[in-house]
Every structure is written in structure tokens, then in C-alpha cells.
């Protein structure tokens, strides 16, 4: 990573001010970088979901629709885990004993 890299990513993409940057901790840049690649990702969401309903709207059949996800992939979506069980049996019943000790020390 080079200094030139870091200033395209954080005055040019990011759209931090120059004099904002250099007076900034690196945390607080870093964080402002993550809030413009939140932003950035949101607003890919949304055209994503806007695109599949407009899709969705012009088929004749209901097996025809599609899913967001099933349009075009985003890279946030790996992060996402889709059908991928929340949560084992093991952790469920050791969730529920937690819960009944709980109730059980009131």
C-alpha cells in the first residue's frame, strides 16, 4: 500500500477534506472509510432489490421471479451467510438451560 493509494482511497473515493485527513487519527479515517463503504454497499443493495422487483413485475409466472441475491452477486453477501443454521442444537439446548437457570433464580 502506497501513500498515493491511501489518499485516492480516503480524499478521492471516501471524500474526506485533505486538511480533515491530515488532522484526523488513522482510526478516525479508518472509520470514516468504513461508513463510505457502508453507505456504498447499502445503496448497492438497494438497486439491487429495486432491479429483481422490476424484473419480478414483467413475469407472466410466478416460478419465473427471483430473489436479489439470485440477480447479481455483491461482495457483502459472503458476510451475509444465507441458509446457514443460526445456531446448532447443542447451542440451543445450552441457550435454554441458561434461560431456565435464570428463571429459576428469581
Known amino acids: 500500500m502506497t501513500w498515493d493509494s491511501l489518499l485516492d482511497y480516503y480524499i478521492g473515493q471516501a471524500g474526506i477534506n485533505p486538511d480533515n485527513f491530515w488532522k484526523n487519527t488513522w482510526k478516525e479515517n479508518h472509520l470514516l472509510g468504513e461508513s463510505h463503504m457502508i ?54 439446548e445450552q441457550f435454554k438451560k441458561i434461560i431456565a437457570s ?4 428469581k
Open 102 to 105: 435464570k428463571k429459576s433464580s
Open 39 to 92: 453507505k456504498s454497499n447499502i445503496q448497492w443493495e438497494q438497486v439491487r432489490y429495486i432491479s429483481s422487483m422490476l424484473f419480478n413485475v414483467n413475469c407472466d409466472k410466478r416460478a419465473q421471479m427471483i430473489t436479489p441475491e439470485k440477480l447479481f452477486p455483491l461482495p457483502q453477501d459472503v458476510y451475509l451467510q444465507k441458509g446457514k443454521p443460526k445456531s446448532s442444537k447443542l447451542e440451543l
